[in-house]
């Protein structure tokens, strides 16, 4: 087997990118997957994806101006490359911007004008080739010969499609097999789609009875505990253990020690109302001073679903069934409210309540749903008072008059499933406060992709930004064939990743 370069990588990215056709994408990924060495295999699938597998190297736009001239003839390994990436994060303290920078150098002289091109791509998070998850679990379905369904379930329990697409590359079905829910190791939450009231929702579940739970405006948080070791992670599958000690002493005091949890946590107010979520996210986020910080802004946290109980897994169990388990080892005053109804009235009041307590709305839960982890599963349903969407940032404008010299005017997407790019749907700057202005101009300019025009600034698609509406109509101004009308920022989104946004597809299902 000859090995696979840099280079094969590099080509096998370009001829992805111009095909428009799924199957071929599939078709180009699974042909260079099947010749790859297996022990450069993740390192492949991470590559393809858009992904490093040292997650970040401390290198931006501005670091990869004025790089030497390619080489001519093309030689790079992945493990070469993996192993300078390594170098280069591994650089901290007094020098290591200029150490970073030599290794940078080094990297990109090893390389020919098409692996460069690959590498900015890589390193500028700009690898819009159509290679989104979807498409690589097919492809490595496809080079390992194995049923996508295998890859999707083994995914669903590592969260990390790299190291999953390496095990069915060398090891197969058996190896895929192997991957089980792990106390401390977090997988992708389950996510929910939408509808305009309670009555559409119950109607969209089949209208039997369901599960109405309060979704509450905190930070989405996954518990681990084993014996006396608790672990908490985000929805993005962070670690914040250490910022949340309210929720360790609260998953403490359970009587089961092998258990896995989602909820929320949140910051009440003395009379049990929400703060606003910015304090909630900024006392999550915070990694200093935690002992003042939750004296001054405690946190609750409200427990909705189990993923393990006992050391036995419950992912593949109907919800009724997670729910009965987790009201057997969680107090009643640690649960999310929860009714459960077929009666459209009997939901709207509910819904009712929990807007008047000042929390989100609801989220509708059919009984017999699994956990569909990382996906947004049919089987869930949120319910807003209001039309809003999770979209990406895609550009910004400088503004004028008392908003000169800020970014103010966003570009907004939809992320496209297909394309694995963005659509967009229009700008607004209605909703951003000068203290907004000012953070979102500091935090835009990072992610410049490189000089801009005198009036528009692109960015790298991180930015996730929760955006209200009153409703999506027909536009031939924009790529997507239509626009949101009357859009205006509520908050943006730092616990999402922009593979979280909302798709081209669920807008389009709203067009007037």
Do not use: C
């Not at 969209?204 to 309060?214: H, Q, R, S, T, V």
């Not at 000012?438 to 930004?465: C, H, I, K, N, Y």
């Amino acid at each position: 087997m000859r090995t696979v370069l840099l280079i094969d990588l590099a080509r096998t990215s370009s001829a992805v990118a111009a095909d428009p056709a799924r199957l071929a994408k599939i078709r180009h990924l699974a042909e260079l997957l099947g010749r790859v060495e297996p022990a450069e295999a993740e390192i492949a699938v991470a590559y393809l994806s858009g992904e490093l597998p040292q997650r970040q190297i401390g290198v931006g736009w501005r670091s990869l101006q004025d790089l030497p001239e390619p080489r001519q003839i093309a030689s790079a390994s992945l493990t070469d490359v993996d192993d300078l990436l390594s170098q280069i994060k591994a650089q901290t303290g007094p020098g290591s911007q200029a150490a970073r920078k030599d290794l940078l150098d080094r990297l990109f002289r090893s390389a020919t004008t098409q692996e460069q091109s690959f590498l900015l791509r890589l390193l500028g998070g700009e690898m819009r080739q159509g290679a989104l998850n979807g498409v690589m679990i097919e492809a490595v379905a496809k080079a390992a010969g194995t049923p996508s369904a295998e890859v999707r379930r083994a995914l669903t329990l590592r969260g990390w499609l790299p190291a999953v697409g390496a095990a069915a590359l060398t090891g197969g079905v058996e190896a895929l097999r192997a991957f089980h829910l792990e106390v401390g190791r977090p997988v992708s939450p389950m996510l929910a789609q939408s509808a305009p009231n309670v009555a559409a929702a119950l109607a969209k579940l089949g209208g039997g009875p369901a599960a109405l739970e309060w979704k509450l405006d905190g930070v989405r948080v996954q518990a681990h505990r084993s014996g006396s070791e608790v672990k908490v992670f985000t929805r993005t599958l962070d670690d914040i253990t250490a910022q949340v000690p309210e929720l360790v002493e609260a998953v403490l005091t359970l009587p089961v020690g092998d258990i896995v949890l989602d909820g929320e946590v949140i910051a009440l107010r003395p009379d049990g109302r929400p703060e606003p979520f910015q304090v909630t996210a900024s006392r999550v986020a915070s990694k200093s001073d935690t002992e003042r910080l939750r004296d001054t802004t405690p946190l609750s946290v409200f427990f909705f679903d189990a993923l393990r109980v006992g050391g036995k897994d419950l992912l593949d169990l109907p919800d009724s069934d997670r729910h009965e388990a987790l009201a057997g080892a969680v107090p009643a005053e640690l649960l999310t409210p929860r009714l459960v109804t077929a009666d459209p009235e009997e939901g709207m009041n509910f819904f009712a309540e929990v807007l008047r307590q000042g929390h989100e709305g609801l989220v509708v839960k059919s009984p017999s749903t699994p956990y569909a982890a990382g996906r947004r599963g049919a089987g869930w349903i949120k319910v807003k008072p209001r039309h809003t969407l999770d979209l990406v940032v895609l550009a910004a404008e400088w503004g004028h008059g008392r908003r000169q010299g800020k970014l103010s005017n966003l570009h907004l997407g939809a992320r496209d499933p297909e394309t694995g790019g963005f659509v967009m749907l229009g700008k607004t700057f209605k909703g951003l406060t000068d203290e907004l202005l000012a953070w979102q101009t500091e935090r835009f300019l990072d992610l410049a992709e490189g000089p801009s025009d005198e009036w528009v600034v692109r960015l790298r698609p991180e930015m996730v930004v929760e955006v209200a509406f009153d409703g999506v109509q027909r536009s031939p101004r924009y790529p997507g064939g239509m626009a949101l009308r009357f859009a205006r920022v509520l908050r943006y989104r730092p616990d999402k990743r922009p593979t979280d946004a909302d798709t081209v597809d669920s807008v389009r299902q709203l067009l007037l």
